[in-house]
């Protein structure tokens, strides 16, 4: 029979997150691995989807995404960020980040590109470049801060460089990017060149007055930015998918271009519905960010007692933990030992490093849940 796989998809893995889902139902284990809440985003979007497909809106929407959304979406980058992206030739709507993720590097990298990935790196940022027939090249973020050294990223940059793909609030070490490392990843990109992809999704998840600056604020920035978030994260209903990118005419021409070949457009009700919940952000966002604290709290103080050291996250929904020393060869045997034998998902961060092997002492868990499992998941770590 012949090899029925292309070959630009021959080096793709099968997503961490499906493998650990799976032995999660196998084993009935506590699920603190997949990034998503085991609960429903607010009752009032949901209502505001229904009423959508009630008032028949249920027909394909404008390819770029239903106007009083993206008007919404800029409206809310002005009001935080104060940047002004135009909702006719800046904002496309997307299904999920994931689209967007995957529009923005097939718009932009040509085979051969190389593009520079902050390691751990979100895993479909490095399938989306290998899917494009780009080069992806990586830096590492090192324990315990989870910084970088600016020269090292200098010296990754070479003519063959197209693009840098950023991620903050980060997943999953939960770092958010402070202002001076913003500043000099842009001269890099302003210096040699290159266009930012930048994942926010958790943008509006940030703790300890820890605030959040989108990299396209910076100067010389907007212009060369493909900024992209999800409103999956921002009102905890992932599995609505709908994502969106912002970036100028030029980019957005050229995303668009791949999207309407891709998906064309993403669910009509769902988008009436966030665009309502965008308009009600400022009465939403407190209790949102109040409820992630409590619980990102609550999960840190109760690791703290046991072997599994956690890292402080600055923003996201998730925590990275130490394995205890000499209890495990590395992350792969300790999450497979904790959800086959203790009932506990987690995930295996090494799947995240390309470069370094820091992953191999870490795993990653979501506080993104019920109080509840967060208890249920610490009575597993602490019976260990
Ligand atoms: C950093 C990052 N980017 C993108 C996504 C995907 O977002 P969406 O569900 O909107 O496709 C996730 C989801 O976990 C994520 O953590």
């Not at 830096?139 to 070479?158: G, R, S, Y």
């Not at 907007?222 to 994260?233: D, E, F, L, P, V």
């Not at 009436?272 to 409820?291: G, Q, S, V």
Request: glycine content about 6%; proline content about 5%; overall charge negative.
């Amino acid at each position: 029979m012949r090899n029925i796989e292309a070959d630009r998809i021959k080096t793709l893995p099968t997503s961490i997150f499906s493998t650990m889902s799976k032995l999660a139902v196998e084993h009935e284990a506590v699920n603190l691995g997949q990034g998503f809440p085991d609960f429903d985003g607010p009752e009032w979007i949901i209502d505001e989807a229904f009423r959508a497909m009630k008032e028949s809106k249920n027909q394909y929407a404008p390819s770029a995404g239903i106007m009083s959304l993206r008007m919404a979406i800029g409206n809310i980058n002005k009001k935080y960020y104060d940047i002004g992206w135009d909702a006719e030739t800046n904002i496309t709507v997307t299904a999920g980040a994931t689209e967007a993720l995957y529009c923005a590097i097939q718009a932009i990298i040509n085979p051969g590109d190389e593009v520079i990935l902050f390691e751990p790196y979100y895993d479909a940022h490095k399938a989306d470049v290998i899917l494009a027939g780009g080069i992806p090249r990586f830096i590492t973020l090192k324990k315990p801060a989870f910084d970088f050294n600016a020269n090292e990223l200098e010296e990754l940059i070479n003519p063959k460089t197209k693009a840098i793909i950023l991620n903050t609030p980060h997943n999953p070490t939960g770092k958010v990017f402070t202002n001076a490392e913003l500043e000099s990843i842009a001269a890099l990109a302003v210096k040699s060149d290159l266009i930012i992809i930048s994942d926010e999704v958790y943008e509006f998840l940030t703790f300890d007055g820890h605030s959040h600056i989108p990299i396209a604020t910076l100067p010389g920035m907007a212009g060369r930015t493909i900024t992209i978030s999800s409103t999956g994260k921002t009102f905890g209903m992932t599995g609505w998918k709908i994502g969106y990118a912002c970036a100028n005419a030029a980019l957005t021409d050229a995303i668009r271009k791949v999207h309407q070949w891709t998906t064309f457009a993403v669910n009509t009700p769902a988008q009436h519905a966030m665009a309502k919940a965008f308009n009600d952000i400022e009465n939403y966002l407190p209790d949102f960010r109040l409820k992630y604290q409590r619980k990102r709290d609550k999960l840190y103080e109760a690791l703290l007692q046991t072997e599994f050291k956690p890292h402080l996250p600055q923003g996201s929904y998730f925590i990275m933990v130490d394995l205890p020393p000499d209890r495990y060869e590395d992350d792969i045997e300790a999450a497979k030992d904790l959800v086959i034998n203790h009932g506990l998902a987690t995930i295996p961060p090494s799947a995240f490093y390309t470069k370094s092997d820091e992953g191999g002492t870490m795993l990653r868990l979501c506080f993104a849940k019920r109080d509840r499992t967060l208890e249920s998941g610490i009575e597993k770590l602490k019976r260990l």
